[in-house]
């Protein structure tokens, strides 16, 4: 089966914790992409990779870090720095820099 | 700056009506369109995509309709079925390239009524 995963579903950040969501996808796409959902929001972009080990910043990137060791994985990290990090996290992925394809998500809860 | 966004946050029809759901967008550089539908707790999922040089484009149960003159667009849903119910959200990618990405609105949620 060919598609995006994400996991875990549910994840648990205690304060001053550095947590990580994983991106897997096996549909042989370049680019990948980490964006943050938020109740009543469009999702709004963390940062984006256009080839291995090469990634960019979006739009709200302070308090995140990712690397894009391999193709398949662009694993997403919430720093400490990250103040608000309660949201629903969405992953995706794209051939051709246009249509993108997104993976089931994974929810960020603070204890 | 520039934004996509919907016209209307709620949209209840009847079972078995047409639906039709809108899209205001700024970029009139934008060159790309998309319609993703998304079930509560769930990644979006593409529905249909549509490109400046078109005014129309069908699939399935659906046509998404593209007016440049307004910079408006729009989805329909024929026969709208429960497993309709969903937030539907636009997207716009502009004509300057790159992978950075598309730009979306803030969604529109069917509700769809017995």
């Known amino acids: 089966d060919g598609g995006i995963t994400q996991s875990p579903k549910y994840l648990f950040r205690k304060e001053g914790q550095n947590v990580t969501l994983s991106c897997e996808q096996n549909?042989?796409?370049?680019?990948m992409y980490w964006y943050r959902q938020d109740p009543g929001q469009g999702l709004r972009l963390i940062y984006y990779?256009?080839?291995?080990?090469?990634?960019q910043k979006g739009d709200i990137a302070e308090g995140y870090s990712v690397s894009r060791e391999k193709k398949e994985s662009f694993p997403l990290t919430v720093t400490s720095a990250q103040k608000n990090p309660t949201a629903f996290y969405l992953c995706?992925?794209?051939?051709?820099?246009?249509?993108?394809?997104f993976g089931p998500g994974t929810r960020l809860l603070v204890l | 700056g520039e934004s996509v966004g919907l016209h209307l946050p709620t949209l209840s029809v009847q079972e078995g009506d047409n639906s039709i759901i809108n899209c205001a967008y700024s970029n009139s550089a934008s060159d790309y369109f998309i319609w993703y539908k998304q079930e509560s707790g769930k990644g979006p999922q593409f529905i249909i995509d549509?490109?400046?040089?078109?005014d129309k484009r069908q699939g399935q149960r659906v046509t998404v309709l593209l007016n440049k003159t307004v910079k408006h667009l729009s989805l329909q849903i024929a026969a709208t079925q429960p497993g309709d119910s969903a937030v539907y959200f636009c997207a716009e990618k502009g004509s300057g390239g790159g992978a950075d990405g598309l730009t979306f609105g803030k969604g529109t949620h069917l509700i769809i009524q017995p």
């Open positions: 990779s256009q080839i291995v080990n090469d990634f």
């Open positions: 995706a992925s794209s051939i051709d820099w246009e249509t993108q394809y």
């Open positions: 549909l042989n796409h370049d680019a």
């Open positions: 549509i490109r400046s040089n078109m």
